[in-house]
């Protein structure tokens, strides 16, 4: 009975959700306080109902319900608790209805946190946000429906993909879609301004919590995400330029571009219309993303489905809002007058020249994402894309954002002194410069990835300790009384830098060794004495696998012990590789055994990977420095305060 409940609220959040489009719109259009006074309750019920659809779900899972067929594909009684639960979103249909979840979330959150919004903005904001969550209920209910009863039960599941039976990929898509769906805020927020005709300091004040909110839980699904393929596939990797990855990448890119032009709106107002598109794109990503993953369009390892019926009714929804909003955005882009004018040398050039390499950065990643299909579609025969393209393409724009950062970081409002700026930051960079030089005179292999991204890094983090300090007015005792933004901008702007030397680190100094390995037997990899001490059959609460156990020692004393494992889940008839991971601060000890050999022996790959955990450790302070800034009392505060007089009086 809990099933039919759970699917007649996932139908009547489809009428309350077109409820929630329509009447608030007119109201608005009409100034019919009544009618606008409608889109609040529509959120919250909307919300309700697919929370209920979604907790009816989670319990058929829980159970082991099996005459739900989604749980009979997708779940086993001897899975434990964690991958049942996450089994829910571990398929398709489940994951569109978390989407849908999440989107109501927001718009809830919107009616409830956005009581000192203007009453038509807001009218228009949960309007779009409606429509929105229409298009994904018509989507789920009648292309993905999670509800269907299977006429004869069987006795058991057929289990979940092994490869998502792991903690990171439990909690890695629900970050990600609320990154994802986070968006759609900030693409309601656009195309309401441009119902209203105006947008000015307020908006962009409104809008950016919103978008960094999103931002934040993006960083961290795409961390998770990266984290999950390093130690779960076997292959020692963190980024594979895959089209499921790439498809985060992008919207990641373009809301972080949105972040920064939306603080030139809100401080100068101006970069109006570039920042209205920005919010559009920065939802366009996210639906491309979608489209990706699951129309099957393109090969991937993390694609949920692949179903061309599917694909075009998110082509649809993608084609029908981007249109509509970027049609809306031509028609209306005219009244978006910027009022502020700068310099060539100030802030507000500075970020621009941040948004274009953030944006362009993005594009190389769509063309490179997307050439396969267009390839095949124009010349009639795939072409794959790797990572040389991207690695050729891509690093030299954010090795200029790199070398930018802290000089634009520094510049005045309106005007600057270029000189009396890099003044400033001249001890960082002799810092910085003199430590890569050191570096590349200590290379026994002189590569200039490793300096390079030394350099980089320590320009950043440097560059930003400087800004901090001057902010401060050079006076420690002043440092704690500074707002949160400024804090939230150190700690980010410093993680991003240690992501790139953590990225530049493992690139260049990476040791790789493959060899057939008796029982028993040492030997050495650069400088660790690696032993092969065992290799047993265990068995896991619902798997066999096959463990190896290997002592790593340097110098005689024990550094860790490590065991690596091949995994066999009976009911999936998959394998997968768990590697053995020494963890460590400047380097990780990466061991996977492979199968037995004929002659004897096991096959030992070992890997010595310099500053891995650098680059997740960077991920997570650029989202530390997120919640800093979200926390900041001005963002939320000052917002009701100029909300008042900015917009109440706009007029349709």
Known sequence: MYIELGHLALILALPVALIQTILPMIGAHRNDALLMRVAGPAAMMQLILILLSFLA?????VTSDFSLQLVTVNSHSAKPMLYKISGVWGNHEGSVLLWSLIL?????????????????????????QGAVGVAFLAFILFTSNPFLRLEFPPLNGQGLNPLLQDPGLAFHPPFLYLGYVGLSMAFSFAVAALLEGRVDAAWARWVRPWTLAAWIFLTIGIALGSWWAYYELGWGGFWFWDPVENASFMPWLVATALLHSAIVVE????????????AILAFGFSLMGTFIVRSGVLTSVHAFAND??????ILMILAIFMGGALTLFAARAHVMESKGVFALVSRESGLVLNNVLLVVSAFVVFVGTIWPVVSELAFDRPL???????????????????????????????RAKAGRVIKTLSLAGLVAISAAILLWAMQTDKSALGPVGLFAG?????????????????????LLRLPGADWG??????GFGVVIFGISGLVAWEVEDIRIAQIGESFEVSGFEIT?????????????????????????????RVHPERRNYPVAAMPTTEAGIANGVMRDIYLVVGDAQTGGGYTVRSHIKPFANWIWGGAIFMALGGFFSLFDRRMRVASGARSGGALKGSKT
């Open 267 to 278: 401080k100068r107002e101006t970069l109006k219309s570039w920042t209205i598109l920005l």
């Open 57 to 61: 779900l989670t319990w058929g899972f």
């Open 532 to 560: 092969l001490e065992s290799v047993q059959d265990v068995q896991g609460p619902n798997y066999f696998a096959t463990q190896g156990s290997l002592l790593v020692t340097r110098d005689g004393v024990e550094i860790a």
């Open 308 to 313: 061309p019926e599917r694909g075009m009714f």
């Open 458 to 478: 320590l320009w950043i983090g440097l560059g930003s300790v400087t800004e901090l300090w001057q902010r401060a007015g050079r006076k420690p005792t002043r």
């Open 489 to 494: 901008k150190f700690i980010s702007h410093s």
């Open 104 to 128: 109501a979330l927001f718009g809830a959150a919107a009616a409830v946190f956005g009581a000192d919004l203007p009453a038509r903005l807001k009218s228009r904001v949960l309007s779009v």
């Open 384 to 414: 794959s894309v790797g990572a040389p393209f991207f690695n050729t393409a891509f690093s030299p724009f954010i090795l200029a954002l790199a070398l930018f950062l802290p000089i634009g970081a520094m510049f005045s409002w309106k």
